[in-house]
């Protein structure tokens, strides 16, 4: 098939162009470092398949476009579609199909090196001593043994993140609509939301971002956490109310933060942007506390997940090609 990639890295070709070369080559594939958008989606003139990225627009503007040029199936080399319009996909008829798991290794344990870097102030320590700096006054952390971790879904990447913790030696709770048999196995002790929160030291996300999961973390669900906790995001942006936690912080209702994820990265994450001014004033205010880490969607970001992405996007192309159904289609039977 002839597939145009969009938002497309160094890295994206070097990993696309190993899976789809693995025992002969299947697909020509045509890279793009556009983002996709209705502006762009023209782009994709003349090819059968687009493979998109995580913040990538794929509105019904950009399908409709799709259907127009005769685009077949849309495989995102994510695990994460709250980006697509799946309705429209449907009356369309073009395949969504994405990655339903990869490494779900690499965000938990970038997860946890948030957590200690945080923690331990390693990113303070480390330009205090390049500035001569060997003082230790403001570096203070706690032992990770003993504390309490609420983790709220426990899917893949929640139970990597919880068998972690259980190794540090930490009490870790659970929340999710469906208890996982892994999770109750393992000894999480699962509790409505507003009890984890309550009872957590360090409370980290792992949901989807979904209707009902969007501004989880808002004022309410700030002022119900243990005062002074350690706030972690490396799901999905929108989870967190950007907004709500800025006021946290700067009440000390939230000790720390540790971001892989925000809500407006569309128009910053992936891009390097040094030489400009940040026009996003929201973002700007959370780069002036001394208690946050933000890393930019960085946690999928390993040899092994990069591998399988791209493995299982060329494979979804292939059983199209080959059948006319993705091997991980999203469905969307349930829509009208």
Do not use: W
Not at 308 to 313: K, R
């Amino acid at each position: 098939m002839q597939v145009v990639v969009f938002s497309a890295k160094p890295y994206d070709r070097q990993f696309l162009d190993a899976a789809n070369t693995a025992g002969g080559a299947k697909h020509q594939l045509t890279y793009l470092e556009a983002r996709l958008s209705p502006e762009t989606a023209t782009l994709a003139q003349g090819a059968d398949a687009v493979c998109a990225f995580v913040n990538d627009v794929c509105d019904a503007a950009t399908l409709e476009t799709f259907a127009e040029l005769g685009i077949q199936i849309l495989a995102l080399r994510s695990a994460g579609f709250n980006h697509v319009d799946l309705v429209a996909a449907r009356r369309l008829r073009i395949t969504v199909a994405r990655v339903p798991s990869y490494s779900p290794e690499s965000v938990a344990e970038h997860t946890v090196a948030l957590m200690l870097a945080l923690n331990r102030r390693i990113y303070r320590a480390y330009n205090r001593v390049r500035e001569g700096n060997f003082a230790l006054d403001g570096l203070l952390g706690f032992d990770m043994r003993g504390r309490s971790v609420g983790i709220i879904g426990t899917g893949r990447i929640g139970l990597a993140v919880a068998r972690i913790m259980l190794g540090f030696g930490c009490t870790v709770l659970a929340h999710d609509p469906f208890p996982a048999k892994d999770g109750m196995a393992m000894g999480l002790e699962y509790l409505g939301i507003d009890e984890l929160l309550a009872r957590s030291d360090i409370v980290t996300l792992h949901c989807p971002l979904t209707p009902g999961t969007r501004h989880l973390i808002d004022d309410a669900a700030i002022a119900r956490m243990r005062r002074g906790a350690m706030l972690i995001n490396t799901s999905r942006g929108a989870i967190v109310d950007t907004r709500a936690a800025i006021a946290g912080l700067k009440s000390g209702a939230i000790g720390l933060l540790g971001l892989d994820v925000y809500e407006e990265e569309a128009d910053l994450f992936f891009e390097d942007l040094s030489g400009q001014v940040l026009q996003d004033d929201v973002f700007a205010r959370l780069l002036t506390f001394p208690n946050v880490l933000i890393t930019a969607h960085q946690a999928f970001f390993t040899t092994e997940a990069l591998t399988a992405i791209a493995e299982t996007t060329i494979g979804n192309i292939t059983a199209f090609a080959e059948g006319g159904r993705a091997v991980h289609e999203v469905s969307t039977e349930k829509l009208a």
